[in-house]
């Protein structure tokens, strides 16, 4: 088992930034790649950006060049820096662990809300 807890989120003006903050605890050996999703009211959960236990990061075309995943071994702590924030980025953002031999785990979410 894996557990997430999720900080970080907030109202920012668009433009602004925000840094979101995901701790692992548990079976944190049996994480391969940290995953961060976000759900805008009315709309499908996406893919945001993915996190590979060698650091290979992947992300959606939407937030390409404005967030950066990273993940801080050391502190078993996932982060997700968005810069040049915009209204379209408004969602309840979560953080996913995946096994890699089909098991997920899920933070709890935090809301991300930008102003125009």
């Known amino acids: 088992q894996v557990q997430l807890v999720e900080s970080g989120g907030g109202l920012v003006q668009a433009g602004g930034s925000l840094r979101l903050s995901c701790a692992a605890s548990g079976s944190i050996l049996s994480i391969n790649s940290m995953n961060w999703y976000r759900q805008a009211p009315g709309k499908r959960r996406e893919l945001v950006a993915a996190?590979?236990?060698?650091?290979?990061?992947h992300y959606t075309d939407s937030v390409k060049g404005r967030f950066t995943a990273s993940r801080d071994n050391g502190k078993n702590t996932a982060y997700l820096q968005m810069n040049n924030l915009k209204p379209e980025d408004t969602a309840v953002y979560y953080c996913?662990?995946?096994?890699?031999?089909?098991?997920?785990?899920w933070g709890q979410g935090t809301q991300v809300t930008v102003s125009s």
């Open positions: 996190i590979s236990i060698g650091d290979i990061t």
């Open positions: 996913q662990a995946d096994t890699g031999v089909g098991y997920y785990y």
